[in-house]
């Protein structure tokens, strides 16, 4: 059998398989084909030898900013994060309705990593640090935002809102609600909410999502987190999960606090997705996050079993792109996106939104990144 490129010798993590196996992966016209006691012919340039190794599908970032062209709190391009093994990703709200042509042309048809996005509910979108969203229900263009949808409905997954009080002010929960209608209206829309510190009951808020909804930082830090008096997560928290509502670590810088997440993992309340939300400050800069396989290693660290960390950044957030079974596993006949890292023992400093450093031993390293079937990166000190 004559294959464009074999990954060998690997431990192979397919969480949407059920797969933790050594074992070798053949890539053949961009997608993944099935070698398995077969004999292969592959050229010795693209017969990589992935020995100490995981080899994961590509890796999904599902928030991040990718927005170069059009918004200044973005990366400049999605194929950035091709060095980190990353080869899906969600930007999370930079476009609203007035700027998405532009957002579709430049980090959509123009990147190789497959992009999606939130529409920020705001028309402006996330413009720059020092500009915030203004979610006055008066401002929405739902036509405007009807339309897109009717026009890009394998692009636009749903809208963007920020809770936080230092956005909405003394509007309150009332941008959530108005905002959650006109989801409905539209047909079904989810929403992605960014939960931190909201000027209203966290309870309240998680009474208001539906399945699908992404609840995201869910380890934020403020007056108001998924954490009771108890410092238990809250019941109306639990119940949403119970619903369908997706919850996103959705790191970033001032998201995410080890007081909310520590409590929360030990008792078993893990996230269904785990995003960078990398902007222009942040990409490959530590300590807060560096990239996806860094806070990857995070979670290792928190006590999170590798397989469903893996799940958390292939699987579900594939589900979440509706490109299930295309992409975020190695199934025969899925889209040969594959990510090799490396996992090195050493000391590594991890730091939350509040200055609160802990120490993990283990870090997981980008060593290769393949998409559609082609090598897009490889680290200098890794060979084939």
Do not use: W
């Not at 409590?263 to 785990?274: L, Q």
């Amino acid at each position: 059998m004559n294959i464009d490129l074999r990954v060998r010798n690997g431990r192979v993590i397919d969480p949407a398989r059920g797969l933790d196996r050594i074992m070798d992966v053949g890539a053949l016209d961009g997608k993944i084909v099935d070698i398995r006691d077969r004999a292969v012919e592959v050229d010795r340039a693209r017969d990589i030898d992935a020995g100490g190794c995981l080899v994961l599908p590509g890796l999904i970032d599902h928030h991040v900013h990718v927005f170069g062209k059009g918004s200044g709190l973005s990366i400049d391009h999605p194929d950035l994060l091709l060095s980190s093994g990353v080869t899906g990703a969600v930007d999370a709200g930079s476009s609203g309705c007035a700027a998405f042509e532009s957002f579709y042309r430049t980090a959509v048809l123009n990147s190789r990593v497959k992009t999606k996005c939130y529409l920020n509910a705001f028309t402006g979108g996330q413009l720059d640090f020092a500009i915030t969203e203004n979610f006055d229900p008066v401002l929405y263009n739902e036509k405007s935002i009807a339309r897109l949808r009717e026009r890009h409905p394998d692009v636009i997954l749903g809208l963007k809102l920020r809770t936080s009080a230092v956005v909405v002010k003394d509007l309150g929960i009332r941008p959530l609600l108005e905002i959650k209608a006109m989801c409905k209206r539209i047909g079904g829309f989810p929403l992605c909410v960014h939960v931190t510190d909201p000027p209203f009951p966290m309870q309240r808020l998680a009474e208001a999502l539906d399945r699908n909804d992404i609840f995201c930082h869910v380890y934020g830090h403020g007056k108001e987190t998924i954490l009771g008096p108890d410092q238990k997560v809250l019941p109306a928290v639990r119940e949403a999960r119970k619903r369908g509502v997706v919850f996103d670590g959705a790191n970033g810088r001032n998201n995410f606090s080890f007081a909310v997440a520590r409590p929360a993992i030990a008792e078993g309340f893990i996230p269904d997705i785990i995003s960078t939300d990398a902007t222009r400050e942040k990409l490959h800069l530590p300590p807060h996050v560096k990239n996806l396989p860094s806070l990857m290693s995070k979670y290792l660290m928190l006590g999170c079993p590798l397989e469903s960390v893996v799940k958390m950044v292939t699987e579900t957030p594939a589900r979440m792109m509706g490109m299930e079974g295309g992409i975020g596993t190695l199934s025969p006949g899925a889209c040969a996106d594959i990510a090799i890292l490396q996992e090195i023992q050493k000391d590594v400093a991890f730091e939350d939104s509040l200055g609160e450093r802990m120490t993990g031993h283990r870090l997981l390293i980008a060593k290769m990144t393949i998409s559609d079937g082609e090598v897009v990166y490889s680290a200098g000190d890794f060979h084939v």
